[in-house]
């Protein structure tokens, strides 16, 4: 009796919505990983057997996993790497080294990287390498075991592979793939790339040493698959603690899933892109609107928060400028229009300023030279304005030539929406508008 009553037990509401939250943003911020990866099984068992070997027998490789953004490529290999550690033998052996283009931007920092995660800093020191190749070799050369005889397998993984190929003569690279090539030491080099021409971004040097080997991951979720996907990441779980609000969420959950303008909302996103990630985000945003008061998620949420995700976020950061940046930002404009688009520099847009300045008769605009030249500096640093290339650092910053990254519709947009603008600013808007 007891149990089948903490079965149907019926919990404050505050409690069943604090529950609801925690389920659903560890489901969409954790990301856990399938038991096995949908759709992808052949490359799956392509990739278990290719680190398997390397792993267990010694055996050197390399391969690069290629496929548009959010096509399960980082998923994929996390279930293979996950599966293989259940090993015994691999759980002994199989050291790993993640690296990314975006964070070890040149091979000095890609070696001190591959240092601190193998653990070698206290072998390495204070010691001087002629080379980059001799620096590798130290290090794979200490991995090796007691008798001196097999080294320890190591598995590189690097993610956005495309940016490692502009390093300086591909240094990394070449080294890599030279000792999986050579079997100094058994290593298994695993790229993950979005770009499908990534191979002719790679020196001859590099692509003889390189195995060609290529897994393909293309994305072939269709939008029933997403709307299914919704339906699944939105619902609660039977062994939530109250059945009630649970039938009753789900309930509103299918219902939100069959309307036409959630739908639409649908559509569009998927259009735009079928990462799972962005749609966690979309949903993260439904779920935050969820409260006591408003304990279901609503149409109109969904729309909200869709308008949120695909907010300019270059036009709102306008909204957040002081009058002298706007103004500036109007001159800007106005040198555009008069110049086609040429490059222009703030002695320009401070002249444009004073001209504005001289219709008016009051002086509340009236700023100090400093003061301008450090509003200007502050649209450089939110990048509404960029340093055109070849502009030297010589030039006194006053005449360093600049372009806008803005349009017209946003500028206008943004004065429309700006809190408590000036009258007057927007006709001189209106006007350099034309």
């Known amino acids: 009796m007891s149990k089948r009553k903490a079965r149907d037990a019926h919990l404050p509401i505050g409690e069943c919505i604090t529950q609801v939250q925690q389920i659903l943003r560890e489901r969409f911020c954790e990301r856990l990983l399938p038991d096995r990866p949908e759709g992808v099984e052949a490359q799956y068992k392509h990739l278990l057997e290719l680190l398997r070997r390397t792993a267990i027998h010694g055996e050197s490789n390399s391969v690069l996993i290629v496929g548009p953004r959010g096509a399960g490529k980082t998923m994929l290999l996390q279930c293979v ?51 980059f190749a001799e620096n590798l070799a130290f290090l794979l050369e200490a991995l090796k075991k007691g008798n001196r005889s097999s080294s320890c397998p190591v598995l590189f993984v690097l993610d956005e592979f495309d940016l490692f190929a502009h390093h300086k003569n591909q240094t990394l690279l070449y080294n890599l793939f030279d000792v999986s090539q050579s079997a100094q030491a058994p290593i298994a080099v695993v ?86 990630r962005s749609l966690h985000m979309l949903l993260m945003l439904c779920l935050s609107r969820v409260s006591v008061a408003k304990p279901t998620i609503k149409p109109a949420d969904l729309l909200e928060a869709s308008r949120m995700c695909f907010a300019d976020a270059t036009a709102n950061m ?25 490059p222009f520099n703030l002695q320009m847009v401070h002249n444009e300023f004073k001209k504005f300045l001289h219709r008016k008769s009051n002086s509340m605009y009236n700023f100090e030279q400093p003061v301008v030249m450090k509003a200007f500096e502050h649209l450089q640093q939110l990048e509404l304005i960029q340093s055109v290339d070849g502009s030297s650092a010589k030039v006194q910053r006053e005449y360093q030539l600049m372009r806008l990254t803005l349009d017209h519709s946003q500028i206008m947009d943004a004065l429309q929406k700006y809190p408590q603008c000036p009258t007057d600013v927007k006709q001189w808007a209106m006007s350099a508008f034309g």
């Open 81 to 131: 790497l996950r599966d293989l550690q259940k090993e015994e033998k691999v759980q002994k052996n199989l050291l790993q080294v993640h690296l990314s283009g975006l964070l070890q931007t040149d091979d000095r920092t890609a070696l001190k990287e591959i240092t601190r995660q193998l653990h070698l800093e206290n072998v390495v020191g204070d010691k001087v390498f002629g080379s």
């Open 191 to 276: 790229g993950v790339t979005c770009r499908l021409d990534v191979l002719e971004l790679l020196e001859k040097r590099v692509k003889s040493r390189f195995s060609h080997r290529q897994i393909h991951l293309l994305s072939s979720l269709n939008f029933t698959q997403y709307l299914e996907r919704v339906w699944t990441q939105l619902s609660l779980p039977d062994s939530f603690p109250d059945k009630k609000f649970a039938q009753e969420w789900n309930a509103g959950v299918k219902t939100l899933c069959e309307d036409k303008s959630v739908e639409e909302v649908l559509q569009r996103h998927f259009n735009s892109s079928k990462d799972f």
């Open 318 to 342: 306008l909204h957040g400028l002081s009058i002298l940046e706007l103004c500036l930002v109007i001159a800007i404009k106005h040198l555009n229009d008069v110049y086609e688009g040429e």
